[in-house]
């Protein structure tokens, strides 16, 4: 029996083929618990301001204690990185079965450094590890050298992999597991794309206990019985359910951050993307299984989830099911984010129709009016060909390159790319998208949630006003939540605002049976201000500014159009100062934590 | 009367329009002489890890104590800034009239801020300063502006602007001076662009005189008697008479640096392409008067320079004057610097041969067979058209942009690209290219000259082998050296490796004469050897590390073509034991300045 921490990283040096196993003391398990939390530290460890693509930047996956333990929501790995869109904090994350299965073998984490010298991937094995050639699998799609990997190494291999875009160094390219899952957001498929690396395939044979089995159970089937009650919706429908909420409330992302919201939404509703489903899985012990699979034509392709709906849907209006599923399968396939993907395409059609650019410059019929034109110029992105070539660069970059004004109207934060959800609609969320350690998130701190609901994430006697610019404490007690949440690491599903279930009593329960280590929620949360402070901290040594907490000129000076929201906008002035208020709550001022915050927090040693 | 310094620097903030006069004390004139060593000052006194566009990212005009006074090579000015090329110290210099106009208007230096709400344009006069509407120039060339501007301003204003290059923020526009001089490299006129400053005009009434006018006089009546003897062919030719030896010995690249020298020398050899000289002009003071003008059917044009001459000609195999000429007149009026211009130019050329590129995605007709394309490419680059936006990007990045292994093919150090000196052939300039704080440059050490004649830049009796990898200690001797001319600040020409006439001797006997400081030569190496560890001081700080003194691949791995070094290679594993002799001689272990190097040259106040 393996116990929730195994205090053991393995760092594997792919320009040596060195492979050594360091440590992980019992200070940093306590104080950073896991996850983003050792995702952070190992950052902090590394140089400062290597470029994201310098062999010698590392790239991180870390499990958390919850991981592969008997419970549900423990399915998860995170992936962590210096962002090839941001030049800050990147990290990623995703379910499936890759990080109980890296428990299983013995391991907490797992750095890579170095850059190989030819094509190869990484096999771990209960605590070894071996690199091997992947000569033969460079330049096949994600689904088939996960395929090929998994025939390779046999049974119960888990794989996390890249496709064309990430051996292109697209800097959006995602890092692909279990076919149809993804280490999404902020350009880790570049990154190992960079170190020559197609894949990370892991194996373990040992079983992962918590300290205390009896309270864990205990809890799960609590857990499992009011997830049965409140998540009938994404049960049904998987992640597509939050559209309606988006649409009838004027805050979905329209024509590339026009409108608010679509009058054809029928064509592409819940419903109707549900027709499409013909498979459901689970991640490893979940009984929700949010994951649904979609058949068109010839195409089947895991989703769409709400946020490729939006991005490949409503942002450029995409009117039909099939187009949407089609791009997915085209971005699964070649390992595109598609967040990013349908933001630099709708992007486009913008710049297209303001006429900034011409059809002569991006090489493609495409247009509002002609959205399928997508199929043809996503891979022209992943293979970086053409006007791809500039898409690549992910908005931000690809404006600058563009240049003629460009720059003021594409919409990202520190180069991220926005999920969906519309900052000028959802007051708590533009705080979210404005201070989240990535970029523009959503799930760095779930602030649509309360925004769209009204209702107050832990405490459901307050109201919660989406147009208010009272929202940052709210906004920073979510945030420290949720670094907590990513570093257990458990699903957010389990952790939705307001209906958890698992909530701040929740979590200190399941760290507890996880670890034996007794722990208020109020100790939790120094946990999650400590881990979203070290965050922080490493992208202000790489030169991060609140000048970068803040965002392009067209999101405070056009209002939303079409739309229940119609009209309403982000005040700078107004926003500036929520922004001041959460830098006060955080201990953050200017936006650099301070020398007494990092003191309070035990954070010194980093500096 | 002025004195030689005036210890005063001009402020301008173009966000608030607010000016004040800072003072330069007495200690920073000691140390850091003017010029380089002031820009140095100012950068270091910005705030680390700013993009170069930041509003609060500095512009630097500084000109030095040896400027505006009675003595030829007096010409010069020094722009100082961090470059959107390489993100590392920025610096470019031209001759013509600005220098000593600011030095008349009882400057030393002006440092620009911020970023103008509309395009606008300084006017300095008399250590004051006014902000203007640029609004009426925005988008004119560069030749049109500055006639504008002088009209505006009245008699005797000198110009400094940007054309449409640096409005769009190609990372290569240059800053034009007297309707042919530029401060080219480095992407000054981009940070311009940035901050939306057209152009600074320069007024000043005063008369600056040396601390001893009667020494100054002697020694300016010897160097102008000696210049006299030995600059002939620079007389004659104008830097077009550098090719006869770069051709001779195989170190003219040509064809994107695959070959070393071209069988078609004749037709674009100096005598051809002084055929088509018609006017031939002075900067401030100089009895050589290298600037020659020439005519092609309607395009009249300072140059060509053998340094676009080689750009524009050889490297892209532009095998007429008339090309060469025509190209040169477009990069001067859109405002692009020469230098990178022709190798994105050339680059392309050779991708396209490679295949690795489609004439579809380039968009023009251009090919090594067919170089007067480049008349068409070239405006595409400064109004980022097409694949034009992507050359902006200068080969570095436009190489990572484009992908499909064409990193490897580029050839830069830091993100500049390098003049007409071939680095396989020249092994101290190649060191020179590696080192240089402004990335592949050839005027902060002059290593060309050696490396050609085979004569030591200071000591006749030693014989230079341009093949030596023991370079490293001439290289760090002469980069003091040139810093310190780049500081007081002269012309180049007056201190030619061997011929001088201004060597070590007359450097502190100009230097006496015109501060009143004693200063013998070894104390003013010690100055060259704190202004060169300043700007290193600087880039380190912004990020850059030993690896970042390299070339990239194809250098150490592809030997040079045809022409009399056929074959010719740099070698890896021994360039790296050169740059390890020249950090040990200038006690940067690896790469950087060591906290007891800074404390011995007093530059601790900085760290």
Known sequence: ????????????????????????????????????????????????????????????????????????????????????????????Y????????????????????????????????????????????WGLDCFKAEEVIKEECGKGAQVACIGPAGENLVRFACISHDTGRQLGRCGGGAVMGAKRLKAIAVKGSGEVEANDPDRLRKLRDEIVERVKKTHGALMKYGTPAISVLTNASGALPTKYWTDGSIDWFEDISPDRVAEKYFKKRSCYLCPIGCRH???????????????????????????????????????????????????????TMYLLEKGLISREEVGVEISFDKPEGMLELLPRIAYRKGFGMVLAEGVKRASEIIGR??????????????PGYEPRVLKGMALGYAVSSRGACHLRHMSYRPNLTGQHPFNPDVKVDRSSYMQAEMVAEQESFYALVDSMILCKFYSLPTIGPILWR???????????????????????????????????????????????PRVYSEPVGKGPAQGESLDREKFTKMLEDYYRIRGWPDGVPSR????????EGYL
């Open 1 to 92: 029996m393996l116990e929730c921490y195994s205090r053991k990283a393995l760092v594997v040096d792919l320009s040596s083929k060195r492979v050594k196993t360091e440590e992980i003391s019992e200070g940093i398990c306590r104080n950073l618990i896991g996850g983003k939390g050792f995702g952070a530290h190992f950052l902090m460890e590394s140089e400062a301001n290597l470029s994201p693509y310098d062999p010698e930047a590392p790239i991180v996956l870390a499990a958390g204690p919850a991981v592969g333990l008997d419970f549900p929501a423990a399915s998860r790995i995170g992936c962590f990185f210096k962002s090839p869109l941001t030049g800050f904090f990147g990290e990623s």
């Open 94 to 137: 995703c379910g499936g079965y890759l990080g109980p299965e890296l428990k299983k073998a013995g391991l907490d984490a797992m750095v890579v450094v170095g850059k190989a010298e030819k094509p190869s991937y990484v096999l771990v094995e209960d605590g070894e590890a071996e690199v091997r050639s992947a000569e033969h699998l």
């Open 293 to 347: 699979y979609s058949r068109v034509g010839g195409v089947e392709v895991e989703g769409p989830e709400y946020e490729t709906w939006f991005a490949l849907g409503s942002l450029c209006l995409a009117k039909d099911v099939e187009t949407i599923v089609k791009a997915n399968e085209v971005c699964d396939r070649l390992g595109l984010d598609t967040i990013t993907a349908g933001n630099v395409v709708a992007f």
């Open 506 to 552: 929740e979590l200190a329960d399941l760290y507890t049976a996880a670890t034996g280590v007794e722990a208020t929620p109020k100790e939790l949360a120094k946990a999650g201000e400590r881990i979203t402070t070290l965050a922080r901290l490493y992208s202000v040594r790489e030169g991060l500014r609140k000048k970068d907490d803040h965002f392009t």
């Open 596 to 603: 007494e915050k990092l003191a309070e927090l035990g954070l």
């Open 405 to 418: 004004g460009a720059e003021a109207l594409a919409v990202h934060v520190k180069g991220l790319e926005p």
